[in-house]
């Protein structure tokens, strides 16, 4: 969600699954979604964006999904690799850059 | 690499002292903004500056303080540091609300 400074919520998966990472966004005027990856004591990273306009966009194994009727954002990993441990966190354009969610920590399991 | 440059990486220094904290956006960004980042917890939004001016705060205490240059780099002053101070500070630049955000690497700061 949008909620700063909790800690952090874990997803646990096994290598070579497929991750789901889910984000809730309040301000229907977003129109900007960006999933960022932070690994461990580096600056977080931009992964994927999506804009209103669309309601999936596809990368280099991964796959955000748009569902702005409930103000959903999901980023989904295939084939999760250890590389992809990290804490992912979603942001939106409304208002300002003034918040992200609060993050969730990818762990993978070899 | 981001194009955002911060430094130091690291700085350790003892309680009560003062610190500044230093950033150089990406070529062309007028957005700066810092967050702080204690272990295992999301980033917390301090302060933006847009152009030289302040745009938005955060959950800054007083004893924070930052600015903008007209180079547009910033700077972030922590005073009086408590040992609760000690944490990742990161600056990222945004060229506008519909691009992405650049994170520096950050400075860990540690008060001991």
Not at chain 2, 55 to 62: Q, V, Y
Request: hydrophobic share 35%; aromatic share 10%.
């Amino acid at each position: 969600g949008e909620s700063v400074g909790l800690h952090l919520p874990t997803l646990s998966v096994q290598e070579g699954d497929n991750s789901i990472i889910n984000c809730a966004y309040s301000n229907s005027a977003s129109d900007y979604f960006i999933w960022y990856k932070q690994e461990s004591g580096k600056g977080p990273q931009f992964i994927i964006d999506i804009r209103s306009n669309m309601d999936k966009r596809q990368g280099q194994r991964v796959t955000v999904l748009l569902n702005k009727t409930v103000k959903h954002l999901s980023l989904q990993i295939a084939a999760t690799q250890p590389g992809d441990s990290a804490v992912y966190f979603c942001h939106n354009n409304a208002g300002n850059m003034l918040t992200f969610g609060g993050g969730t920590r990818l762990m993978v399991k070899p | 690499d981001s194009g955002v440059t911060q430094t130091p990486k690291h700085l350790i220094t003892a309680t009560g002292q003062r610190v500044t904290l230093r950033c150089s956006p990406r070529s062309g960004d007028l957005s700066v903004y810092w967050y702080q980042q204690s272990l295992d917890q999301g980033l917390q939004f301090l302060i933006q500056y847009y152009n030289g001016e302040e745009r938005a705060k955060g959950n800054i205490l007083e004893r924070f303080s930052a600015q903008q240059f007209p180079d547009l780099h910033s700077e972030l002053n922590l005073s009086s540091l408590e040992l609760g101070d000690s944490a990742l500070y990161f600056c990222a630049s945004q060229l506008n609300l519909n691009t992405e955000a650049f994170f520096g690497q950050g400075t860990r700061l540690t008060v001991v």
